[in-house]
């Protein structure tokens, strides 16, 4: 289970057209707000990735207006995992658990979770918060990570576990984010 002592969430190229075009893209789009602002709310460190900007465009403003302080790491490589800038930002944190969520399943979150694995990061996919220009590759994505031993699970079973127990002041902020 997530921890939240442990836990630090890496957010994959929510950018420009191509975060329009994904499947299910307004829903996906709504979990990752839900996401970001609970996170907020539980102090997780959110590490923030857009795949060539200047060719793909900036994150979508709908996620922009709750990553305040934060400032997207650009990267070229597919895997976040092959920029040291990622690396570095990632091993400040000292935490061993990874929730990764983004476009494009298959390609750019598929590639992180895959080498963030590999590191030995207890990785948690979050499910209902990732997409791809297709259906088919959505799913192709997903199968692969799970096959290879990466958790599947969802914005709400993520801030539930983080979160332990109900009747605090954070329960209360968190509830009326994702409900």
Not at 108 to 135: F, G, I, P, W
Request: aromatic share 6%; with cysteine; glycine share 8%.
């Amino acid at each position: 289970m997530l921890q939240k002592e442990d836990t630090v969430f890496v957010l994959v190229d929510v950018q420009g057209k191509l975060a329009r075009t994904v499947v299910d893209s307004e829903r996906v789009l709504g979990q990752l707000e839900k996401l970001i602002r609970g996170l907020q709310v539980l102090d997780i460190p959110i590490i923030w990735l857009e795949q060539y900007p200047k060719g793909l465009g900036e994150t979508v403003p709908e996620l922009v207006q709750y990553l305040n302080g934060l400032k997207p790491i650009p990267k070229m490589t597919f895997s976040a995992c092959k920029n040291d800038t990622f690396i570095s930002k990632l091993q400040s944190t000292g935490r061993g658990q990874s929730l990764i969520a983004g476009v494009e399943a298959h390609v750019c979150v598929y590639q992180t979770a895959m080498e963030l694995h590999t590191m030995n990061y207890d990785v948690h996919l979050v499910k209902d918060a990732v997409s791809s220009r297709t259906a088919s590759d959505r799913q192709i994505g997903i199968q692969a990570m799970e096959q290879a031993g990466i958790k599947g699970t969802s914005v709400e079973m993520a801030l539930y576990e983080l979160m332990e127990v109900a009747g605090t002041d954070t329960f209360k902020q968190v509830l009326k984010i994702i409900k």
